[in-house]
C-alpha cells in the first residue's frame, strides 16, 4: 500500500524513489494494460462480430482472422424485416437532440437562479431536485404509463421527450449551478451597474461564461437520454420507438441474428465513443453531480 | 451566511427604486425557477402520490372494469408473496456482489493509476469508454461471449483445460455472469472517481505525516483513507441505488431465469405490471422500492450537504 501513496511528485523529486520506482513502474504498466485491455474487448466483440458473417459468428473455436463484410450492416439497415435500424436510429437522436436542449435551456435558468438569487426554501428545494436523479425509472414506469395513456400519447416522441428532460434536469441544475457560482461575482455587478435587466445579465454576461459546462452537461444529458431503455420499451412502439427497442426485438430472433444486431449495437455505441472524448474533462465531476471534480 | 455571499442584488437596495428592484429580483427568480420546478412536479412528485393511489386499488391493465379499492391488500399480499421475496433477495446478492467487487477494484486501480508514468493518462481516458454505453449493447454483447456453445468466455475457459459452462443457464452462475459484466460496466467509474478524488488530496497532509514519522501502512489507514471517506460513500450510494433499478442486463440476459434465480426486484415489477398485467400489484411494489431509494439518497443529499457547508 505504501506504493500507492508516492505521489507524482515524489517521483519526478526523489533520487531514492526513483530508483525504487522502476519495478513499480513496470507492474504499474502491467496492471493498467491488462485493466484497459479487459475494458475494450468487448468493443472488439460488438463490432468484429457485425462485420462478421454468419458461419464466422457460431464458429467454435472463435475466429480470429476473418474477411469483414458490411452484410449485417445492410441486412439491419435495408432488409432485415419490419422496419428499418434507420428509423429507429432517427427517433433516438430527434428525442435525444430536443430532450437534451429542453433540459439545458430550463437546467440553465434554474441553475442561475440557485447560483445567484435567494428565496425561502431555496436549500431544500436544491436538494430535493438532486434526489430526484435517484429515481427509479422502473419504479415510475407505473404511474407514468397510465399518465401518459390518458393523455392520449402513447407513442409519441413528445411524451418521450418530456420524460427524459425531467430525468436530466437534476443532471444539468447541479452541475451548472456549480459552473455559475465559479464565475466571478464582480463581473454581473458591473451588467448591473451598466443597466442590464437580471434576465439580461443571466443571458448575456452569464451563460457565455460557462460554456465549457454547458457542452459537457449537454452530452452527458445526451447520453442517458440516448441509453435509456425502459420508459422508450413501454411507452412506445412503433412510431416513437428508440435504438434501444429495437435492440430489445433481439429475444424475438430466437437467438439467431448475432449480426444485423450487432451492427445496430455498433450504431448505438459509436455516437457515444465519439462523444466521451469530446468530453473527458468534466465526466467524473458530472457523472458525481459535482461531488467529486 | 449563503445568502449574503451569493445575493449580489442586495447591491441595488439602498437606492430609491429599492422597492422596483426587489420586484423585479422576485420576478427574475420565479421566473427563472419556475419552469424545472414544474417539469420536476408533474414527472417526479405526481407520479409518486399517483404510485401510491394506484396501489390500493385493484388496477387490471387493459381491462374494461374500473379499478376497483383494494386498501392496503397489495402490501398485504406482498408480504406473503414467496417470489417477491426471493426477488428481494437476488437484488440484494446482486447488489453486495457486484458493488462490493467494484469498490474494491476501483480503489486499488486507483492507486495503480495515480501516477504520472507516460501513456498512463491516455489508458485511464480509455477505460472510460464502459460506463456510458447502452446497457442494452452490454447486455447483448456478454449474452454472446457467455453464450455455451460459442461464447468467448467458454473458449478461453477451455484453453484454461476447463470444460464448457452454461454460464447463463445454471443456478447461481447465472446470477455471477450478471455480477460480472456489470463489474465490467461500472469498475472503471468506481475507479475514477477514487482516482480524482486521489489527486485532490493535499500534499502538504502527507508532507506533515512523514515529518511526524508515519510508516507507509500508517499513512494510508490514518491519513489516506480518512481523507477519502466523502468519496466512498458517495460512490457507494451511486453505485448501490444504480444496481437497484437497473435490469438492463437482466432483461437481454436472462429473463429472470433460470428458475428465478436471476429474478432481481425491478425484473419482477416490470413483469407484474405489463406482462401480467396487476398494476396495482406492481405500483404497491414501486412504493416499497421508492421507500429505499428515498432512505439511500437521503444519505447521498447529505453527504453533499455537509459538504457545501464546509466548502
Not at chain 1, 484497459?36 to 458461419?55: D, M, N, R, S
Request: hydrophobic share 55%; aromatic share 14%.
Amino acid at each position: 500500500m505504501t506504493v500507492g501513496l508516492v505521489r507524482s511528485k515524489d517521483l519526478k523529486a526523489g533520487v531514492r524513489r526513483s530508483a525504487a520506482a522502476w519495478p513499480i513502474g513496470t507492474l504499474r504498466y502491467l496492471v493498467a494494460a491488462i485493466f484497459t485491455g479487459f475494458c475494450l474487448f468487448p468493443f472488439y466483440v460488438i463490432v468484429t462480430t457485425a462485420l462478421k458473417t454468419e458461419t464466422a459468428i457460431f464458429a467454435w473455436p472463435p475466429v480470429w482472422n476473418f474477411k469483414p463484410t458490411l452484410q449485417s450492416f445492410y441486412n439491419a439497415l435495408f432488409v432485415f424485416g419490419g422496419r428499418s435500424a434507420i428509423f429507429y436510429l432517427i427517433n433516438s437522436v430527434i428525442i435525444s437532440a430536443v430532450s437534451t436542449f429542453v433540459a439545458v435551456v430550463l437546467g440553465a435558468m434554474a441553475a442561475y437562479g440557485f447560483a445567484r438569487f435567494s428565496f425561502a426554501g431555496k436549500r431544500h428545494l436544491a436538494f430535493w431536485i438532486l434526489s430526484t436523479r435517484f429515481a427509479p425509472p422502473v419504479a415510475f414506469i407505473v404511474p407514468i404509463y397510465l399518465m401518459v395513456q390518458k393523455a392520449g400519447m402513447l407513442d409519441s416522441h413528445i411524451a418521450l421527450i418530456l420524460i427524459y428532460t425531467a430525468m436530466n434536469l437534476s443532471l444539468v441544475i447541479w452541475i451548472l449551478r456549480g459552473f455559475f457560482s465559479e464565475i466571478p461575482i464582480e463581473i454581473e455587478e458591473a451588467a448591473l451597474v451598466d443597466g442590464y435587466s437580471r434576465l439580461q445579465i443571466f443571458w448575456r454576461v452569464a451563460l457565455p461564461l460557462v460554456r465549457p459546462g454547458i457542452v459537457s452537461t449537454a452530452i452527458l444529458s445526451a447520453i442517458f437520454s440516448w441509453n435509456e431503455f425502459l420508459y422508450a420499451m413501454v411507452l412506445t412502439q412503433s412510431k416513437a420507438a428508440t435504438l434501444p427497442v429495437y435492440l430489445a426485438g433481439f429475444s424475438n430472433s430466437m437467438g439467431l441474428a448475432w449480426g444485423e444486431y450487432m451492427a445496430v449495437g455498433t450504431m448505438a455505441v459509436l455516437p457515444i465513443l465519439i462523444f466521451t472524448f469530446a468530453l473527458q474533462k468534466h465526466l467524473v465531476r458530472g457523472l458525481t453531480f459535482g461531488a467529486v471534480k | 451566511m449563503e445568502a449574503s455571499r451569493t445575493d449580489y442584488f442586495s447591491l441595488g437596495e439602498p437606492k430609491p427604486d429599492s422597492m422596483k428592484l426587489a420586484v423585479e429580483r422576485r420576478r427574475a427568480t420565479w421566473l427563472l425557477i419556475a419552469p424545472a420546478f414544474v417539469v420536476l412536479l408533474g414527472l417526479n412528485l405526481f407520479p409518486i402520490v399517483y404510485a401510491l393511489y394506484i396501489s390500493c386499488h385493484y388496477w387490471m391493465l387493459a381491462r374494461p372494469q374500473p379499478p376497483r379499492f383494494a386498501g392496503l391488500s397489495n402490501y398485504q399480499e406482498l408480504f406473503f408473496d414467496a417470489r417477491f421475496r426471493n426477488s428481494v433477495l437476488v437484488s440484494l446478492k446482486f447488489i453486495v456482489l457486484a458493488v462490493g467487487i467494484e469498490m474494491l477494484l476501483g480503489f486499488g486501480l486507483a492507486f495503480v493509476f495515480n501516477t504520472r508514468l507516460r501513456g498512463m493518462a491516455t489508458l485511464r481516458k480509455l477505460t472510460l469508454l464502459p460506463s456510458l454505453v447502452m446497457p442494452l449493447v452490454v447486455g447483448l454483447v456478454w449474452f454472446y461471449m457467455f453464450n455455451e456453445n460459442f461464447g468467448i468466455v467458454n473458449w478461453f475457459w477451455v484453453v484454461l483445460g476447463g470444460t464448457r459452462v452454461p454460464f447463463l443457464t445454471q443456478g447461481a452462475l447465472a446470477l455471477l455472469s450478471i455480477v460480472a459484466t456489470d463489474v465490467w460496466q461500472w469498475t472503471p467509474f468506481v475507479m475514477l472517481v477514487f482516482f480524482a478524488a486521489l489527486q485532490a488530496l493535499p500534499e502538504y497532509v502527507y508532507e506533515a505525516a512523514r515529518i511526524d514519522g508515519l510508516s507507509g501502512s500508517q499513512i494510508f489507514f490514518r491519513v489516506t483513507l480518512p481523507l477519502l471517506r466523502p468519496a466512498i460513500l458517495i460512490v457507494l450510494i451511486i453505485r448501490a441505488v444504480d444496481a437497484l433499478r437497473s435490469l438492463e442486463l437482466v432483461f437481454m440476459m436472462t429473463k429472470g431465469g433460470p428458475a428465478g434465480d436471476t429474478e432481481v426486484l425491478p425484473w419482477y415489477l416490470y413483469t407484474t405490471g405489463f406482462m401480467s398485467p396487476d398494476l396495482g400489484y406492481a405500483a404497491a411494489m414501486a412504493v416499497l422500492m421508492l421507500a429505499l431509494v428515498t432512505i439511500l439518497s437521503q444519505l447521498f443529499v447529505r453527504q453533499l450537504e455537509s459538504r457545501e457547508v464546509t466548502r
